[in-house]
């Protein structure tokens, strides 16, 4: 069976959370499982919605506010994002990338007393231990650096813009799939490992795409496919507006002798036939 997200129940929803009701329901359903996934991979991998596009530096007190740096949404490469980190730090600052080591370094230029630097300003991400801002994407693994002087901050990890590596797929809730996050586990019925080029559609099928067979404690009438796709937190992806389709493969029951002894399994006393 293919679901497009082009035929949702809302034509103004968004296509990486959607419905679609199937015209001529499937009876007598067993068992079902998603054996490709065509996705564009455009999720920004810095955006106001992820809560990744803000960088704060303060006096080294913190009365005040020395840079309030705002990232516009998109996908960037390195340089990109690098260059426009500069424009918004200078002429007070500057922000390097060591080529060898994969490191940043963000540094005064004209400033010349100690200063902070805020990876999450807002406070938004508190609960979370890893992924909380853009500092986290530039390599920072602490929320905030104090005492910063002339020769100014390397970073603590590389630096890393591409965004999640994968994605979990829903189905109607089902649980073949469980990831264990940090206050709740996120279920689906597959992973999509994200290894394609940005701004392409990734064909995931045995490949790159995990999947398992969800079974039916007892057939049923198989009317609406409900499909959300979750970053590792749980949280659904950017509202996209870009087209998602996907094939699931159905089992059904089609003689009547094998839908009784399904439908029976429901009555049976575990350790008798």
């Known amino acids: 069976m293919n679901i497009d997200s082009r035929f949702k129940v809302n034509p103004d929803g968004a296509d990486s959370d959607f419905a679609v009701n199937l015209l001529t329901p499937i009876k007598n359903v067993t068992k079902v499982r998603v054996a ?46 690098l260059n426009y980190l500069n424009r918004e730090l200078q002429p007070e600052f500057a922000i390097s990338l060591d080529s060898i080591t994969g490191k940043i370094r963000i540094f005064p230029l004209t400033y010349s007393s100690l200063f902070r630097i805020v990876i999450d300003p807002e406070g938004r991400f508190d609960s979370r231990d890893t992924d909380y801002g853009l500092g986290y994407n530039l390599g920072f693994r602490r929320r905030a650096y104090n005492d910063i002087g002339s020769t100014g901050v390397v970073t603590d990890s590389v630096m890393n813009i591409v965004g999640f590596n994968y994605y979990i797929l829903q189905i109607n809730g089902y649980d073949t799939l469980q ?48 499909v959300k796709i979750l970053d590792p937190f749980g949280n659904p992806v950017y509202p996209m507006r870009e087209t998602i389709s996907l094939t699931l493969e159905v089992t059904a029951i089609m003689q009547s002798y094998l839908y009784e002894k399904q439908r029976s399994r429901m009555f049976e006393i575990p350790g008798q036939n």
């Open 36 to 81: 490709s996934v065509e996705f564009p991979n455009i999720p920004y991998s810095i955006s106001e919605y992820l809560g990744n596009n803000k960088l704060q530096l303060q006096s080294n007190d913190g009365a005040s506010i020395l840079k309030n740096i705002v990232v516009p949404d998109g996908n960037y490469t390195s340089e990109e994002l």
């Open 179 to 226: 990831s264990p996050a940090t206050s709740e586990t996120v279920i689906g019925m597959a992973k999509m490992i994200m290894d394609g080029d940005r701004f392409a559609v990734i064909f995931e099928d045995g490949r790159n795409l995990l999947s398992y067979v969800y079974e039916f404690y007892q057939p049923i009438d198989f009317k609406r496919v409900e």
